[in-house]
Structures are given as C-alpha cells and as structure tokens.
C-alpha cells in the first residue's frame, strides 16, 4: 500500500499532537499539507512535520497532492471542513465535537448519504481504549448479566475563563455521550442534569460540578460527573453495575512511591497523556482503513446522535427537568 497524504485544518493543541504521531509514530502517512487562522499554530506544525502551509481549509481540502483531510480546528470550524471534504470526495477524521449543532451534523450526515460513500470519521477516541475495550469484552462476554446502572466521572484539573456551562456537554461529556452508548449497546432515551454547590474555583458564567443522567431505551440509568475544576488532576472513571457482578475501568498504571513520610501514585494532568495509546490507535486504524478505502471507526451518524444527546442535556441545564431524545432510525446506509 503506498503513503496516505493527510491534509490538517486546525494546528492548535491537538492538531500538533497528531501531527506529531503521523510524522513520529504512525506508519503509512505523511502530513502533507497544513492550515491554521493563527499563524503561530501554523508555523509551529509545519516545523513538526515539512509540510507546506496552505490558505485556508478549502486550499488543504482540495490541494491535489491531499488524499484525506483530519480536521482539528475549533469546534464551530468543522462543519464547513467536513462539507468541503465530502464535496471534493475526500475522506475526513473530523476531532470531536462533529459540528457543534445537531442541525450542522445533520447536514454532513445529508451529504456524506447524498454522496453515496461512507467518508467521515469522529474523532471518538475512546472506543479505542484499552480500559474501555477491556470492559466492552466483559459485558459482551455475557457473564456479568445485564448491565443495570454506570457511574462516571470525568474530571479536568481546571479550565479557562473561555469555558462556560453548556461546554461541560459540547466539548467534556460528548466523550462519555458516545463512549457509553457504545460500550452497553443501546440507545438514549431522556436526558437530565442537576447542578447544585459550585465550587469556588468556577466563575460566573460556569456551573461546576455538574450531575448529568442519562437513561436509555433498554432501561439502564447512567450518571456521569463532570467536573472541571477538580484541581487534583485528570481523572477518568467508569463503573457498570451488572446483574451478576461489577466491571470498573483499570485505572491508569503508575508505581506507588513512598517519599517525604508519604505512599502515593501520580495522577495524569490532561487528556494528551491519559488517552495517548487509544489516539495512537485510533489515528493508525483510520490511516489503515483510509489506505483501504473503508471507514471502520466512528461515523458522521454517531457525531449526529452525540449532538442530539447533547442538545438535550444542555436543554436541561436550563429548565432542570428531563428531556426527551429523538433522533430517529439509524440510516440504512450507516448499518
Ligand atoms: P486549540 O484551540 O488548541 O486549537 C484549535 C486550532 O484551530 C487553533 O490553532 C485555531 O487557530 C484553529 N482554527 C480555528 N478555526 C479555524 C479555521 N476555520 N481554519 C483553520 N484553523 C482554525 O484547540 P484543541 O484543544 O486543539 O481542540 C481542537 C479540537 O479538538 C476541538 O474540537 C476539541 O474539542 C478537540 N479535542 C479533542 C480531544 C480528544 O480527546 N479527542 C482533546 C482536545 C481537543
Ligand atoms: C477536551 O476538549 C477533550 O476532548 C478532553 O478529552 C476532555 O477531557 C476535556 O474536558 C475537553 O475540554
């Protein structure tokens, strides 16, 4: 198979992470081609990698030396990089969120199906997870019975002034809105959040910590904490209760020290080293599939059905109450 020539919109924080892993790491890509709206950024990736710097998304997206474009730009940005994808027939690695609107999803859902080939993937990261795969296995396994409830957590050391209420669905918990549905194997049906005693650490414009339920077709309740001003650090957590046992997420491995009169174990600090294996092999797989002209990871369709779940969760960060979530049958064509 010969080289995929990757074209990047968006060179921030993530972009040069996987900029990084295609150039270092990964094999059977080159980064190719680059754009970013802030120069620095620009001129920061293409340092990592030689890659040219483009215009904008259109000049990355329709370069005829691109065969597949990875978006990174911020989340309002993608939806327009996607669209111009599709349009040139290219495949797309879109980061999360797919488009910040579940009617912007929608459209990319319309054109990817109008277009009559599967070529978008989101950037889902976490069914690649050892810790979440390893789970997965033990519920499809069988032996664990039904599962009843999950208990998660997904904790940020802190955040910036720029992340306000609604960010804690768009931007933190889509992760757990796809990951959970994906790992029990059924469908959300009503949406809720509870807010309470915000901790100190927040600002005005920021309820933190937040309680977000979700309840799905089958009947099983998940709670998912999100808190973003922890302070202590970065700290995933998943627990599914099961008819027959408990399966809880392995927590990540790091030796426990004895130093200064004290036993401890670090904790990560942010997501770039916490998920860096599942970005690995998400990125690989996608590089692989690409090569092969198929998309086996996450679809535009699971983007789509994460901004409906999201839009009604941030419903009822306004209103309190439960929301219902529709968002019809899963197209033939994503089956
Ligand atoms: P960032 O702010 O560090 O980088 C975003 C970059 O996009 C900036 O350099 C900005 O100038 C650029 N940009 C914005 N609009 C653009 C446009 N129209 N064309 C070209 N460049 C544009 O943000 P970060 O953390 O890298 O996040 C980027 C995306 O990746 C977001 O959607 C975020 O939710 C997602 N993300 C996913 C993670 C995961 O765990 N899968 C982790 C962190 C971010
Ligand atoms: C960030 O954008 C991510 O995607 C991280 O995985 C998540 O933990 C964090 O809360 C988001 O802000």
């Known amino acids: 198979m010969g080289t995929l020539k990757v074209g990047v919109v968006?060179?921030?924080?993530?972009?040069q992470e996987h900029i990084a892993r295609?150039?270092?790491?990964l094999v059977g890509a080159a980064v190719v081609a680059i754009t970013d709206v802030n120069d620095a950024n620009a001129k920061k990736a293409a340092a990592l990698c030689g890659a040219r710097v483009e215009k904008d998304s259109a000049g990355v997206v329709n370069a005829p030396d691109v065969d597949a474009v990875l978006v990174c730009s911020w989340g309002?940005?993608?939806?327009e990089s996607v669209l111009q994808a599709i349009a040139a027939g290219k495949p797309v690695f879109c980061e999360k969120?797919?488009?910040?609107?579940?009617?912007?999803?929608?459209?990319?859902?319309?054109?990817?199906?109008?277009?009559?080939?599967q070529l978008v993937q989101?950037?889902?990261m976490r069914r690649y997870d050892k810790g979440y795969l390893q789970m997965k296995e033990l519920i499809d396994s069988g032996e664990f019975g039904e599962p009843l409830l999950v208990h998660c957590a997904h904790r940020n050391a802190e955040v910036g002034e720029s992340y306000v209420t609604p960010?804690?669905?768009?931007?933190?918990?889509?992760?757990?809105?796809?990951?959970?549905?994906?790992?029990?194997?059924?469908?959300y049906v009503t949406a809720q959040v509870i807010t309470g005693k915000d901790t100190k650490h927040s600002h005005a414009k920021l309820r933190d910590p937040q309680m977000m339920i979700l309840r799905t077709k089958g009947g099983i309740t998940i709670d998912i904490e999100v808190f973003v001003n922890c302070k202590f650090g970065?700290?995933?957590e998943c627990e599914v209760c099961c008819e027959e046992g408990i399966i809880k997420m392995p927590e990540p491995n790091f030796p426990t020290v004895r130093k200064d009169m004290n036993r401890s174990v670090y904790i990560e600090q942010d997501w770039k080293r916490r998920f860096s294996g599942a970005y690995d092999v998400e990125i690989q797989e996608w590089i692989n599939s690409t090569l092969k002209g198929e998309v086996n990871g996450p679809t535009a369709w699971d983007g789509y059905t994460a901004a409906v779940t999201a839009d009604a969760l941030v419903k009822s960060q306004?209103?309190?109450?439960?929301?219902?979530?529709?968002?019809?049958?899963?197209?033939s064509f994503y089956k």
């Open 76 to 79: 309002p940005a993608h939806a």
């Open 122 to 124: 989101v950037g889902f």
């Open 167 to 187: 960010m804690a669905v768009y931007d933190t918990a889509i992760h757990e809105i796809d990951t959970l549905q994906w790992l029990v194997g059924d469908d």
């Open 318 to 331: 306004e209103t309190g109450g439960i929301e219902p979530i529709t968002t019809g049958e899963r197209p």
């Open 234 to 236: 970065y700290d995933i």
């Open 97 to 117: 969120p797919l488009a910040t609107t579940a009617k912007d999803c929608k459209k990319i859902v319309d054109a990817e199906v109008a277009c009559g080939k």
């Open 10 to 15: 968006g060179t921030g924080a993530i972009g």
């Open 22 to 25: 295609i150039t270092n790491k």
